[in-house]
């Protein structure tokens, strides 16, 4: 079993930033692809950003492409979200998911998933 655990959102203005972190324990992984999600009210959760289990291969979707940064550490068994240049539309609640493939971009994919962190991004 994987426990997994995010931490770091906020509020934060518009044009700011923000690091989240996604911690998760239990046996190999560091052998498994990790992602994050957002969700808002009314909305299904949308795939945010994914990276390959050795961090090669990253996924963005296009709304954040060139504001927001995954990558992780093996060593701590810890993922990481750099978010800059924030803005309104980013507001949602951050999940932090685990999938048992080496790469892995579609929601089906992930096996394990945090209990979220708010974001919100005032304008």
């Known amino acids: 079993q994987v426990q997994v655990v995010e931490s770091g959102g906020g509020l934060v203005q518009a044009g700011g930033s923000l690091r989240l972190s996604c911690g998760a324990s239990?046996?190999?992984?560091?052998?498994?692809?990790m992602g994050w999600f957002r969700q808002t009210p009314g909305k299904e959760r949308e795939l945010v950003a994914a990276v390959s289990w050795n961090g090669s291969t990253t996924r963005y979707t296009d709304s954040v492409k060139g504001r927001f940064t995954i990558s992780r550490d093996n060593t701590k068994n810890t993922m990481y979200l750099q978010m800059n240049s924030l803005k309104p539309e980013d507001t949602a609640v951050y999940y932090c998911?685990?999938?048992?493939?080496?790469?892995?971009?579609?929601?089906?994919?992930?096996?394990?998933w945090g209990q979220g962190t708010q974001v919100t991004v005032s304008s």
């Open positions: 239990g046996r190999a992984v560091s052998t498994y692809a």
């Open positions: 998911a685990v999938s048992r493939l080496m790469v892995a971009t579609m929601r089906s994919s992930y096996d394990y």
